[in-house]
C-alpha cells in the first residue's frame, strides 16, 4: 500500500515521540520508583479495627525502615479516622489506608498522594513531605450520600511546632 | 503539499459514479428502523442534559435540588442516559442507516434482529431508569461494588448490552452478504467501519456482561452473598475504556467518509482508514486498567504494561489527523486557495454538515493531549478523580463525538424521512455549534483548572470544613453553572433544529459518502481479514489481563457484601 512522504515523516515523528515519552515515563517509574499505589497486601475488611496496622491508627514515628513515619488512616463512610494528622516537614514518610465499607478515594491536594482505598485491599504510597502547609484530604470516590462530608486534614510543621 | 504531489491524482468535479451514487435512498424500512433509535436517543438526551443542569447549578453552591431528589440520583441518571444510552442508540441508528447506505437495503431477517434488538435496549433501559427515578440505583453510571443497586437496575442495562449484540448482529450480516455477493472486491468503507466498531462492542461488552451476569445479579438477588471488588472493577474498566472508542469510531466514520464529500473532495487512502480502524479496535481493550492506575491489587509492572498498550492509539490517532487535514488541503487547493494557509479559508464554513464535526476535531486535540495526562501512569495521580477527569471527557465525548453527532443528524434526519435540509438549518446548527463550543470552553476549561488545584469529580457541593482551598474551588464553579446553563440552551437549540428536520420542506437530501480517487492503489485483502484481527487481539488481551486477573483471583480477601450508602 502506498504511503505518502509526508504522511511517512508525520507517522515517524508521532512513532518516536511515543517511544521517547514512554522511555522517560518507564525510566521514572522502574529506576527512579515513582510508582503510583501497587500494594497488593489483602486485609479483611470486616475486622480491620483489630488487624495491625489499622488497629492503630494515627501517626508513628518508626526505625529501621526507609522511612521516618508511618500514617495509619481507616477508610469509613463518611469518614476518615484520625481526623487530623500532622507531620514534621521533611520526613519521609508512609501513608497507609484500606477502607472499612464501600469504595473511598484518599487524596491529598496539593501533593501527589492519591489513591483508592477498597474493602479488602491495602492502599500505600511513600513520599516525602518537603512543604509546611494544611493540606486538605478528600474523599475523591462517590461513597453514598454524605460522600463531600469525608474529609480531614495533612498538617505539615516545622519539627519544633510537632 | 504541492497539487502536483497529489496523492489521488487529480481532482475534478464529482465522477459520474459518485453522482450515481450520491442519489442512493435508504430504502423507507431501514430509515424507520434508524429513526426510531434517534428518537430514544434525542429523548435520552434531553432528560439527561436536564440533568446535568441542574448539577452544575447544585455544584455552585446557589441552588438545592427540590422534594428530596439527590445530588448523586441525578448524577447517576446523567452518566446512564447520556454516556450509555444516548450514545448506544444514536450510534446504531447511525450504523444501521450506514449499512443500508453503503451495502444496500437490509433484509427482512437483518432489519428483525435490528427490531429486536432496539426493542430489548428499549425494555432494557426503562428498567434502569426506572430504578434511578425510583432512588433504588444511586450507584453512578460505573456502578463500583459493593455500592449494591436494586436488582432490575443490572438486569436492565444487560438486557442493553444483549439487544445491542442482536441489533450489532444484523449489521454485519448485511456486510457479510455484501461480501458474498461480491468476491474479490473490496467491502464498502462505512460499512467496514461498522464491522469493526460492532466487534470493538462485542468483545469490549464481554467484560461488563460477566461483571454484571455472574457476580452483581446474583448478588443483588441475593444468590451469592459477597463479590470481589477489585475483580468487578477490573471488569468493568476492560469494558469501560473501550466504551469510549465505541462511541468515538462512529465520530471518525462521519470524519472518514462523509465529511471528504461534504467538502466536494475525496478520500485520502481507504486502506490507511481501514488500518486506522483496525488499530482502534486492538488498542483499545487490552488497556483498561489504566483506568484503575491508583488502586491496590493490581502490579505495576502490568499496569505499565496497559500504559505503553495505551498510547499506541496515538498511531491511529496520528494517521486519521493526516488524512483529514490533506483531505481539506487538498480540496482548498484545487478551490483556489494559495500560500500556505491560505486553503483553509476556502473550506465551506457556512455548511453545518463541514462545520459541526469540524469543531468537535479541533477540539479532540486539547481532548487528546488531556487523555495523555491522564493515561501517563505516575502523572495520574496529580488528576486521578478530580474533576479534571470530568473536564477532558467532556471535551471528548461532548464535543468532539457529540458534535459530529449533531452535524450528522442535520442532514441524516431530512435524509431519512424524505426532506432538505434547509438554510435555515444550516444556519441554526451553527449558532448551535459556537453555544457548544463557547458553552463548553468554559465549563470544561474550569473543570481542567480545578481538577490541577484538586477538586473532587463526582461531589456534592461541600466547603470541606471553611479549608482554605475548597474556597477557590467554588468561586470558580460558578464558571461552571455559566458554562452548564450555555450547554443547556445548546440542547434546546439542537432539539428545536431536529424538530425542523422533522417538518422542512419534502425533498431529497443526501446521505454523502466520499469516494476514493480513480486509479488509487486496491487495499489489500489482508486488511479486511477479520480472523487476523481476532486472533491478535485475544493476544493483546491475554498479554494484558491474564496475568492481573490470576493475581486478583489469587490474592483475593474476603469478598464484599453489598451496601445501600444513599
Redesign the interface.
Known sequence: ???????KI??TF??G??VV??GI??V???HQG?????????????EVDTIAPFNNPGVHKVDGKDWDYEVVVTSS?FFYNPMELVVPVGAKVKFITTSK???H?F?I??T?????A???????YVTTVDQVG?Y?I????????????M?S?LKVVEPDEL | ?SSS?S?NGPINNASVAQKKTDQVKIHPRDALLALVHFLVAFLALLLGATAGLLQTLVRSGTFQLPANI?Y?QI?TLHGVLLALIFTTFFIFGFQIAGVSRTCGTLSDKQRGLGWAGFYLMLIGTIMAGAMILLNEATV?YTF?A??KAHWVFYTGLALVVVGSWIGALGQVFRWIQWRKEHKGETTPLLSFMVVCNNMLWFVATLGVAIETVVFLIPWSLGIIDRV???LT?TLFWYFGHALVYFWLLPAYMVWYTVVPRVIGGRMF?D??ARIAFVLFILYSIPVGVHH?????????FW??VQ??LT??V??PS??TA?SLF?TFELRGRELGGKGLLGWFKKLPWGDVRFFAPFIGMVSFIPGGIGG?INA???????I???IWVTGHFHLTIATTVILTFFGASYWLIPHLTGRRLTKQIHQLGIMQTWIWAIGMLIMSGTMHIIGL??S???????E??G????QTWIASEIAQAVGGSLLFIGILLFLIIIGKCFTAPIGFEEFPIAEVAPGA?K??AWVENFKIWAVILAALILIAYTIPII?ILN??????VG?R??
Open positions: 500500500m502506498h504511503i505518502h512522504k509526508y504522511e508525520w507517522l508521532g512513532i515521540s511515543l515519552f514512554l515515563t518507564g521514572m517509574a522502574f515513582t510508582h503510583p499505589n501497587n500494594s497488593m497486601i489483602t486485609v479483611n475488611y470486616e463512610a465499607d464501600v469504595v478515594g487524596q491536594t496539593g501527589n498522594i492519591n489513591m483508592m477498597e474493602p479488602g485491599y491495602v492502599s500505600e494544611e486538605l478528600v474523599c475523591n470516590e462517590y461513597c453514598g450520600t454524605g460522600h463531600t462530608q474529609f486534614m | 503539499m504531489e496523492i439527590g448523586y448524577l453512578l463500583y459493593p455500592l470481589d471488588v477489585a472493577r487512502s486502506g490507511l484503575q492506575l491508583m488502586e491496590p491489587g493490581i502490579n505495576g499496569k505499565f500504559v505503553v498510547f499506541f496515538i498511531i496520528f494517521l493526516f490533506a495523555v501517563s501512569y505516575q502523572m495520574n495521580a496529580v486521578h478523580n478530580t488545584f484538586g473532587p469529580r463526582r461531589s456534592n457541593f461541600s470541606y470544613g479549608a482554605e482551598i475548597a492503489q487495499t489489500p493475581d490474592n483475593s480477601p474476603l469478598g464484599s451496601y450508602m444513599w
